[in-house]
């Protein structure tokens, strides 16, 4: 019989966190002691009678005490509780604090501020996984007007925030995909009626894409800033020029802390690349971060700002964008810690070939990418 093969935990992963939801805390009561965790897998489930049900983890100390009491509270986070939600999502000791526990009449904590409480009684807990579903009726329910606090792709925030940055994803995939043609205005409004999207989160959304060097203003439109091999490669040496003056200038001189920073930045931009499929994204922050943080050694302004306007990230993003998807390959970021290293020991030489070999080949990929899409991209 053939065995199905699973999806990767990984591609799951990322996959799963663009989908947005709220926040709660679920809390419980045993003994002497209270019991709290974060958790997003909160779902209504019955309305005849009230239920809802709520995934922990089984390692999870609260999951236990559930078990044990047969009861627990679910605490929907407002949008001001973020910290509430990040205290209460690790394995602290200290969770609970007498300013955020509003006790209920049976004894359960709830968090105090929160946008809604619900009281619930266990009726059935099932394993999936690595985790326990309890199925649950609803003994008490409040709430209160205010806006919920949200979680998307790792990170907390307000909805508000949550729908301006999945504006900002679809439009910047709308312009590195070409779907948004080069060199044409582009109204906030025309772009808000042609995609379904509230202008003002399109107007968002067109100021990011400025900052990250994709879009730029003309006569009162935006327009998407073609791209080509020239373009790329000058930016490239640009860059190389300047770190190589960084190596003259430091190399021989990095204390422990600024080599432990830079490391700490290289190993970042290295597991975006470990990632399946591998998170270009997450590697252009963490390049842009350490190239920012090398350059910034030089303590000139001017410098550092200029290499910002290149837009080195963007353009390596785009080009890469259109090289073919079978056997694509990536820069192997591995090089910034191995510039480290011998910015460290004093090699100047080596430092030097190292960022000058990495310019040839982005330079020669770039290239080929743009020539790929016709010249310009």
């Known amino acids: 019989m053939r065995t199905e093969e699973r999806i990767d935990r990984g591609v799951f992963r990322d996959v ?10 679920v809390t419980t009561h045993v003994g002497e002691r209270d019991f709290g965790t974060t958790a997003s897998a909160v779902s209504s489930l019955s309305l005849e009678p009230p239920m809802l049900l709520i995934c922990l983890n089984e390692t999870s100390e609260t999951q236990n005490a559930i078990r044990e009491s047969g009861r627990f509270a679910v605490n929907i986070l407002a949008d001001d509780q973020s910290e509430v939600a990040t205290r209460f999502a690790t394995k602290s000791s200290s969770k609970f604090r007498p300013e955020d526990i509003a006790r209920a009449d049976s004894g359960m ?10 009281e619930c009684r266990v009726t059935n807990a099932v394993s999936g996984g690595t985790h326990t579903v309890f199925l649950a009726e609803v003994e008490r329910a409040t709430a209160t007007d205010a806006s919920p606090l949200t979680y998307y792709r790792g990170r907390f925030g307000r909805f508000e925030d949550t729908l301006q940055e999945a504006t900002y994803r679809q439009l910047r995939g709308a312009v590195l995909s070409r779907e948004l043609p080069l060199g044409e205005p582009l109204s906030v409004a025309a772009l808000a009626a042609r995609l379904e999207l ?7 959304a067109m100021a990011k894409l400025m900052s990250d060097g994709l879009v730029t203003r003309q006569a009162g439109d935006y327009v ?6 020239r373009s790329a490669l000058q930016a490239l040496q640009a860059r190389s020029m300047i770190e190589a003056s960084v190596v003259d200038a430091v190399a021989g001189t990095l204390d422990a802390a600024e080599v432990a920073k ?6 970042a931009a290295c597991e975006s690349v470990r990632r399946v499929p591998p998170d270009l994204a997450a590697l252009g922050r963490a390049s842009r971060a350490f190239h920012e943080r090398f350059i910034g050694l030089l303590g000139n302004d001017l410098v550092t700002d200029f290499y910002r306007r290149l837009r080195i990230e963007a353009i390596w993003l785009r080009a890469f964008r259109h090289q073919p998807q079978p056997g694509r390959r990536y820069i192997d970021p591995r090089y910034l810690q191995q510039l480290v290293e011998a910015c460290a020991r004093g090699d100047k030489a080596a430092a030097k070939r190292i960022i000058f070999d990495h310019a040839r080949e982005a330079g020669a990929r770039a290239q080929d990418a743009i020539d790929r899409a016709g010249g310009v991209v």
Do not use: C, H, K, M
Not at 16 to 25: D, H, M, P, Q
Not at 109 to 118: E, K, N, S
Not at 198 to 204: G, K, Q, T
Not at 224 to 229: F, K, N, R, S, W
């Open 16 to 25: 799963i966190g663009r989908f947005a939801s709220g926040v709660t805390v």
């Open 262 to 267: 830079l490391s700490e930045l290289a190993n």
């Open 198 to 204: 509230d202008e003002a989160r399109v107007f968002y």
């Open 109 to 118: 904590p709830l968090i105090a501020g929160a946008l809604a409480q619900i």
């Open 224 to 229: 998407v800033i073609p791209l080509d091999a």
